[in-house]
Nanobody
Framework: VQLQASGGGLVQAGDSLRLSCVAS????????MGWFRQAPGKEREFVAA????????LYADVVKGRFTISRDSAKNTIYLRMNTLEPEDTAVYYC?????????????????WGQGTLVTVSS
């Protein structure tokens, strides 16, 4: 499976964005999916994850209550709705497919990564 992320851009603090990640085939529907981000000069960090059936979701503490992950298996797509964006959210955002069906925050449990989409939040 290949992943294509989109939806990034330049916004102001307090604005919202929705990222999308389209999978190349339906095998993605059998796997947990996640979003990670990497800010300039920093390590990649977990943002959010969703289980295969969408029932279980995980969020990093820094985005909890502001970001929402969802998936539409009929469209082979996952989304990351980001509200109340802060300058600290500036990063390249990557979607990823897990090896298994669970939602997981552990990067090593993902084996397929998209190319990333840049989100820049100005103050």
């Amino acid at each position: 499976v290949q992943l294509q992320a989109s939806g990034g851009g330049l916004v102001q603090a307090g604005d919202s964005l929705r990222l999308s990640c389209v999978a190349s085939d339906r095998t993605f529907s059998a796997r947990g999916m996640g979003w990670f981000r990497q800010a300039p000069g920093k390590e990649r960090e977990f943002v959010a994850a969703v289980s295969r059936n969408g029932a279980n979701k995980l969020y990093a503490d820094v985005v909890k209550g502001r970001f929402t992950i969802s998936r539409d298996s009929a469209k082979n797509t996952i989304y990351l709705r980001m509200n109340t964006l802060e300058p600290e959210d500036t990063a390249v955002y990557y979607c990823a497919a897990a090896k298994g069906v669970q939602a997981t925050a552990t990067g090593s449990l993902y084996d397929t990564w998209g190319q990333g989409t840049l989100v820049t939040v100005s103050s």
